[in-house]
């Protein structure tokens, strides 16, 4: 009993030396965030009605006396990630935001003519934040997989990675890979130092995932589901995969260029029975390419269950929508998802450095 108390110490001073300092975290002090006890958390205002029904749900289904008790192998979570506890509004998604700098700026590559003409005339658009025709997302589809064609995971992860240290736009102090809401972050620690197995159930490209998602505490390497890459072997040819004797020495796995295979809405179910095998007890988005698994884990569960449905309603200290935050709030409230409001129960986003550009 000594060693746990002095464990649990240990713990909440850790979390008071990283959390006391809200300028921009950096990717080791998001690691850092390590919230075992309801008293740890240091991000969510005290009375957001989130927290405390997150507190109570815990404390309830790891009573081993209440009736409502799950067991420690079925408390499984799944989170959305862009928009749920990652940035997608400075000012767009992150794949999308370097397609722009695969196709103009990377002196490396000589990007097709098409897609540098697509880039030069959507660039301005997503920057403003104006709606793309349907064309125009076709073929931006098309292009944020194709501009990598040829690549090994590795090289484009490391391509991920040197993307992540550029700086978001439209909010200061912040670098790509460090734009984690980090009360979601609480979140996610607290339900893994309580058992919860927790998963992402992405919409973004599983490699993208990989990387960005690598400093969130609780969340394992093997339990990331994501949008696939299609990949080929550069040896081939038109043989299927399943017919291809793959040659160690003399071809290389790459990514084919072909688009990826969605992971949305009802897809995300379908990626739950697959790669998990089991219904979670909690899910976490903030679109309607999260209504799969937000609807799912509510249908006819054998556990007490609950569905979450974060709102960019703050307009202060993000690039929030009001009228969508409005909307997505009343069909969120008449499916019986859970509403998070970013304005009204985080207590900082990022950091209180960060601060949206004039």
């Known amino acids: ?182 009360p979601m972050v609480e979140i996610i620690s607290y339900l893994s130092n309580n058992d919860f197995a927790v998963y992402i159930d992405s919409a973004c490209g599983v490699d993208t995932t990989r990387e960005l998602a690598a400093c969130i505490p609780g969340i394992r390497y093997d339990r990331i589901i994501a949008s696939d890459f299609v990949y080929t072997s550069t040896g081939m040819g038109n043989q299927k995969p399943e017919n291809h004797f793959f040659d160690r020495h003399t071809e290389k796995i790459v990514i084919s260029g072909e688009p990826v295979k969605e992971n949305g809405k009802t897809v995300k179910i379908f990626s739950i029975l697959n790669s998990i095998g089991k219904k979670p007890v909690l899910a976490f988005g903030n679109s309607m390419g999260d209504s799969g698994m937000l609807e799912y884990v509510l249908q006819d569960n054998k556990y007490r269950s609950e569905s979450f449905y974060v709102l960019c309603d703050d307009i202060e200290r993000e690039r929030g929508n009001l009228e969508r935050a409005k909307s997505d709030k009343a069909f969120a409230e008449k499916r019986g998802w859970n509403t998070i409001s970013m304005h009204d129960e985080f207590k900082t986003i990022y950091g209180d450095k960060v601060k949206l550009e004039k």
């Open 1 to 182: 009993m000594r060693k746990k108390l002095l464990a649990m110490a240990a713990a909440a001073l850790m979390s008071i030396s990283v959390l006391s300092d809200t300028e921009a975290a950096t990717r080791e002090e998001i690691s850092a965030v390590n919230v075992q006890t309801a008293a740890q958390f240091q991000y969510w205002n005290s009375n957001s009605p989130t927290k405390q029904k997150i507190i109570e749900f815990v404390e309830d289904v790891t009573n081993p006396q209440s009736p409502n008790y799950i067991p420690p192998e079925d408390r499984i979570a799944t989170f959305d990630m862009d928009g749920t506890f990652y940035c997608e509004t400075a000012p767009y998604y992150f794949q999308q935001m370097m397609f722009f700098r695969r196709v103009l700026e990377d002196d490396s590559y000589q990007a097709p003519k098409e897609f540098v003409d697509l880039a030069k005339t959507i660039q301005p658009k997503v920057m403003n934040k104006e709606k793309l025709t349907e064309e125009e997302h076709k073929l931006y589809d098309i292009g944020i997989t194709k501009v990598y064609a040829g690549m090994t995971s590795e090289e484009y992860r490391a391509y991920v990675r040197d993307f992540m240290n550029t700086n978001e736009v439209g909010l200061t102090n912040l670098k790509r890979g460090e734009a984690f809401y980090l």
